[in-house]
């Protein structure tokens, strides 16, 4: 068996990071191709070494100077910089399989490369689908991509659903997708507690250890706001066709409802190398370096629903989601602007959902099926967000 070449994109993240754990266990059926940091650039350099990438990419001229200084002699690697290199390697002919594993918009031109040039496509990259969602799944569609979700919660729903019927829910007998919630670390807060959180609080997520953007949006909700969107594209799902259910141990990674009455759950550690491992190897399956699932010392498995009044997030992703068109892309956009801005200290953690909700009411709902629209969609947010969060400083 030819191994299959794979290119990490965000190779120094978490995802990326884990996505070579697994790799690492499999020398025989996976061959890094390239991967690709943003200034990380020692980080990068150490993982050329270790995995011998025929090419890497990084933000800038100057970071691709120190990385070949670092690499001289040590690692046989082209070094390419800034992002028509990103989608250069996701599209070159000699990639088999692309992990789309940058954090946020960044990332939506070299996971679409990928797509457009019908590759075998695993997205964590979720803001790039719900800011494109039906221009993505028209590229997956007529370039014959595979799409693989990573996200823990469409993993486990793609796992659930009837072999080959993802695309046709009713006609597969499925009456709702559940997609589970940890809660995040403020699961029972009041909106009164919550104005003064700090963002070393909030990226303490109390199951799963991720990178910092992503951990605040589990925080707000917002992380499943967007899965809420991720979701619907993914699966062709109608809004009414997805619930969120909180479940504080992260075991179930979510639910597929059928019309009969069963449900179908996917149970696992919360390990991100488990939904890595099963779409690098889908349709088989291979050593994720796991623990077994002890439900014995678990215990217990909790529920409840999620309280949108303290945390407003969940429904403006869902608002966004059914007023369609353009409104995904700049909730997308705002909240990283306000996330980032949280992050930085400069606004509350209670003003990310404000910010949002006024650069959504700013802006009329347009439609969104060209890139070119959609990524001035992205910047007119950004800036709209920006102005919002300097008044609030
Ligand atoms: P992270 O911050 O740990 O890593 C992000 C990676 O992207 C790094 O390699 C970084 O160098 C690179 N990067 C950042 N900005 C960039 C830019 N402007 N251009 C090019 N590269 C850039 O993030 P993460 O937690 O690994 O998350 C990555 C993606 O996966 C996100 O979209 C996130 O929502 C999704 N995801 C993550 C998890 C998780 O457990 N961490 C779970 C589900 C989905
Ligand atoms: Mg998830």
Not at 54 to 70: F, I, K, P, S, W
Not at 131 to 156: C, K, R, W, Y
Not at 288 to 294: E, I, M, R, Y
Request: proline share 6%; hydrophobic share 45%.
């Amino acid at each position: 068996m030819k191994p299959q070449r794979v290119v990490v994109l965000g190779a120094t993240g978490s995802i990326g990071l884990s996505t070579l754990d697994v790799i690492a266990r499999h020398p025989e059926r996976y061959q890094v191709q390239a991967l690709s940091a943003h200034h990380r650039v020692r980080e990068l350099a150490d993982l050329c070494r270790r995995f011998q990438p025929r090419q890497a990419v990084v933000a800038t001229e100057q970071d691709g100077e120190t990385l070949r200084e670092l690499l001289r002699g040590e690692a046989d690697c082209e070094i390419l910089t800034g992002p028509d290199a990103l989608a250069a390697v996701a599209s070159a002919p000699e990639t088999d399989t692309v992990m789309a594993a940058i954090v946020g918009a960044a990332g939506l031109l070299p996971t679409l490369a990928a797509v457009r040039a019908g590759k075998r496509v695993l997205l964590a990259n979720k803001e790039a689908l719900v800011m494109s969602g039906q221009l993505f799944m028209q590229a997956v569609a007529e370039h014959g991509a595979t799409l693989l979700p990573i996200d823990s919660e469409h993993n486990a729903i793609f796992q659930c659903l009837p072999p080959g019927r993802s695309r046709d829910l009713a006609g597969g007998g499925i009456e709702k997708l559940v997609l589970t919630a940890s809660g995040g670390p403020f699961r029972g807060w009041t909106a009164g507690q919550l104005a003064t959180v700090t963002p070393a609080q909030a990226v303490r997520h109390p199951n799963w250890s991720m990178g910092r953007k992503i951990s605040v949006d589990s925080a707000t909700l917002m992380n499943k706001g967007l899965e809420f969107i991720e979701a619907c594209w993914l699966f062709d799902a109608r809004p009414d066709q997805v619930d969120v259910l909180l479940h504080p141990q992260s075991i179930i990674h979510s639910m597929v409802r059928y019309q009969d009455g069963s449900v179908l759950a996917q149970l696992g550690n919360p390990d991100m190398r488990t939904p890595i491992a099963h779409a690098l190897a889908w349709p088989e399956r291979i050593p994720a370096g796991v623990d077994p699932l002890d439900l014995a010392l678990i215990g217990r498995l909790e529920f409840e629903r999620p309280d949108t009044g303290a945390f407003p997030c969940l429904d403006l992703a869902r608002a966004a989601m059914l007023a369609g068109g353009s409104h995904p892309a700049a909730l997308n956009a705002a909240n990283e602007v306000a996330v980032e801005a949280f992050l930085t200290g400069a606004l509350a953690f209670t003003a990310i959902p404000q910010v949002i909700s006024q650069v959504l009411a700013q802006m009329p709902v347009s439609p969104a099926s060209d890139l070119a629209t959609i990524l001035a969609v992205d910047h007119e947010a950004r800036e709209r967000a920006l102005r919002l969060v300097g008044a609030a400083a």
